[in-house]
């Protein structure tokens, strides 16, 4: 069964099987996962509610520091099993970019996936263990290049093994971080253009 995700750059959690994915995403068996983000081996379809999870970054640009990404509860009370998580192109598309990093968690993993332009590094990340979590927090190192447009981080976050929403979504993060410096002149001169504009309006 295929499953096209839409746009940006991702962060996804997957369990496995009947049982789900307890020890992460089989990439090796199906490489297709790393493609889709989507868990086939659940034998369920996600979630189309809001999530009840939520993608956060320690910064929203970076040009060769590692930054940081928390996958976390919204409302304290739901936990996940797994996730999968990649970062792509804001842009769209279905390649993963970056190094993902465990910040020392025993409970995740880095993993390699082929959908990338470098394949020899960890560009994915997952959980190893499927237990009760409320949080994790990861590390993403960009690769020397940059990415043109920016980042998402895509997740696919699992509750139980026919619970799981896809597609979670984090803020743009800019790589490298002159790129987002140099939308700032277009944004100030439209801010003063709107400003102007009310002034003008206001007179009359």
């Known amino acids: 069964m295929a499953f096209v995700t839409r746009a940006a750059v991702l962060l996804i959690v997957v369990c496995a099987s009947t049982d789900g994915y307890k020890t992460g995403p089989p990439i090796s068996e ?93 560009n994915s990340i997952a959980h190893s263990q499927a237990k009760h979590y409320f949080s994790k927090k990861f590390t993403w190192k960009p690769p020397p290049n940059g990415v043109e447009g920016g980042v998402t981080f895509l997740a696919t976050v699992v509750h139980e093994t026919e619970d799981f929403w896809m597609e979670v979504k984090s803020p743009v993060v800019a790589t490298p971080c002159a790129a987002a410096a140099a939308l700032l002149p277009k944004l100030a001169a439209f801010v003063l253009t709107a400003a102007i504009a009310y002034y003008n309006c206001a007179g009359q």
Request: glycine share 10%; hydrophobic share 25%.
């Open 30 to 122: 199906d490489r297709t996962i790393c493609v889709t983000l989507y868990p086939e081996g659940h034998g369920a379809i996600p979630k189309m509610s809001p999530p009840p999870f939520r993608i956060d970054v320690s910064d929203t640009c970076t040009t060769k520091d590692p930054i940081f990404v928390t996958i976390s509860t919204t409302d304290n009370k739901t936990w996940f099993e797994g996730i999968f998580v990649q970062a792509r192109s804001a842009r769209g598309g279905n390649q993963t970019y970056g190094e993902f990093g465990t910040n020392g968690d025993p409970q995740l993993q880095g993993l390699k996936c082929h959908n990338s332009p470098n394949a020899n590094v960890d």
